[in-house]
């Protein structure tokens, strides 16, 4: 299998470093080839190349099966107004790959609960699936800008709707048969159509499934005060972006959440949820587990290697267990490094 | 002074009922006089009028001093695709009196921490106000749909950032002097804006107040896992929506948490940011407390009686502290009815 690499910027480079090795580790394990070829997105390649997405990565990107990506963007880059942005790239190659169901698993892992903010008896037994829209939305419609004012354009049309909930859908049919929808319906049309959709698309084609409608705000009451309510949430790109933020918290640490991009194609981008955290950059002390679990959902949805998926995860949780802890999730003093953490579940 | 009361639907009679011999209490002991008017709003108006803000209300709110809110909405008109809504009765009073500035303070009471999701040793001594823009943005932009899709426009003018910005940094000047905008500047025009004319305003205008700048995703974060860290907190219609919900977890229970929507004469709306609670309606077991604090803040800023404001707080907090519980706040069996609630705070 080809496997791009996009490591980006920040701690992007040190935490894709340590994941490849793991990957390699499976190869070896399992009796696969993987070859692995490297690119630059983001900061680095505005530097390089002057764009966040040279066309050099894009025709990588969509030539490979899978993706794995650190992190863009950082303090150099940072002025929101320049014409040319690190997060740039990553949107544009979300977009043109088609890669529309953003995957974002939260389980709260037993020997972490101590890191979240959440009380431990809430955390025990949740098993979310956040399942975000990716290419649609307010982050790519038409944006204005003028002396006196500004718009963005959010908008969404029927199919859009329609794919992204059957992926959640499909989805919520093989775990515990239940999906919830969040909207604003009370107030934005585009929440009307998106509910309308829903409804009909779960009714039409998986019967089997139960649907729930949350309006956004009280998703984000509901999701702390009763996480283990939820199997598969379905939502619009800006309020997944914020949802899963928040929900990142149940499982105690940024560091812990993994997530997959896929599209119609085979192709999909496997990264952490994590930023590029420049305050820790260079030092070799990021959480790698975030990284080395985004690789297991490539193993999983790109390359239907279902069992080395398995045991990656598998050997996170060993490490978890014994509690290799990186300084984000240790307390003071008791912390790994990012090399000693992917050496572990290695 | 002249209040106009609208109690709304489900449990907002209740708690209107509850909190009104709070106003009057307030009258006899400090000699104030205050006329109360009744005025429909949301379902119920719709019921009897066939619109949800009729032309009476709003002509008897554009006289009065201050207007008390109990809540809007209810099962019975929950379709989103009717073309008359209880919460269009709500956006429009707020856009008719222009109340750009929503008012939400978050300070969890240490007798309630039990009650929220959040351990407990980040609670104490947090001290949060959210500042939500509350008559533009998404919300009120332009509206289509088609069989194909559906768009909303959110647009921000600089006016409309700068009077919401200058209330917020007031505030921030007269507290500890730190401020958080919150926008999403990587993705969207209308949040670069926001960002440009929130820095230039303080910089110009209130060069003693610390601004800091927050990706609403993070901010989604920290305000669960550093909530001391944050003074007043100012942002956009829609993030300020999903952002006190979110919020009103770090105090244990929505029923605690009052608003006052502000503009820029001296009428104001307060009302408890909880809904219209169906499922508990008509049982008198509502928590008044909410509503209780938005009648203090309307002896703050509408009516310019800080004395009476701080005594009516001191009475919700004297209540709590001896553990005069509703439902949502008690252990099982151990609560006491809306009336009770309400009594031991006069
Ligand atoms: C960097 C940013 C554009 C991006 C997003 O908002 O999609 C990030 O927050 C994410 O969630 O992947
Ligand atoms: C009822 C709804 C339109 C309203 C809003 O979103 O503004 C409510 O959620 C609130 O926060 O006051």
């Known amino acids: 299998a080809d496997i791009v690499v996009l490591p980006g910027d920040g701690i992007g480079p040190e935490i894709v470093s340590a994941t490849v090795p793991v990957l390699e580790a499976v190869a070896r394990r399992f009796g696969h080839q993987f070859r692995f070829a490297e690119h630059d997105i983001g900061g680095i390649a505005i530097d390089r190349h002057g764009e966040p997405l040279p066309a050099a990565t894009l025709e990588a990107a969509r030539k490979a099966d899978a993706i794995l990506l650190g992190a863009v963007g950082g303090p150099k880059w940072s002025d929101p107004n320049a014409t040319v942005r690190p997060e740039q790239g990553l949107l544009a190659i979300r977009k043109a790959l088609g890669l529309f169901a953003n995957l974002r698993p939260v389980r709260p892992h037993p020997a972490a609960l101590g890191a979240s903010p959440i009380k431990s008896e809430l955390l025990a037994g949740v098993d979310i699936v956040v399942v975000r829209e990716l290419t649609g939305g307010i982050y790519f419609g038409d944006k204005t800008r003028s002396d006196a004012d500004a718009t963005d354009l959010c908008r969404y049309t029927v199919a859009e709707i329609e794919r992204v909930v059957r992926v959640a859908a499909e989805l919520a049919r093989q775990r515990r048969g239940h999906l919830t929808s969040v909207d604003k319906a009370n107030v934005l049309e585009t929440s009307r159509l998106w509910r309308d959709v829903a409804t009909r698309v779960v009714r039409d084609e998986f019967p089997d499934v139960a649907l729930e409608h949350q309006l956004v705000d009280s998703m984000a009451m509901h999701l702390l005060s009763k996480p283990r309510a939820y199997d598969v949430i379905v939502t619009e790109n800006m309020f997944g972006d914020i949802l ?36 820790i950059a260079g030092q070799g002390v990021a959480n790698p587990y975030a990284t080395i679990l985004s690789a297991a959902m490539m193993l999983r ?12 995860e598998a050997a996170v949780h060993g490490a978890l267990d014994a ?24």
Not at 248 to 270: D, F, H, P, T
Not at 301 to 312: C, I, Q, R, Y
């Open 301 to 312: 949805h790109s390359l239907g290697l279902e069992t080395e998926a398995a045991a990656v």
């Open 244 to 279: 899963t933020d928040e929900a990142s918290m149940l499982a105690g640490s940024l560091g812990l959440l993994a997530s997959a991009s896929l599209g119609a194609a085979r192709v999909g981008i496997y990264e952490p949820i994590h930023g590029s955290a420049p305050d």
């Open 323 to 346: 509690k290799v802890f990186t300084a984000d999730l240790a307390a003071q003093g008791a912390a790994v490094d990012t090399a000693r953490a992917a050496a572990a579940v290695i």
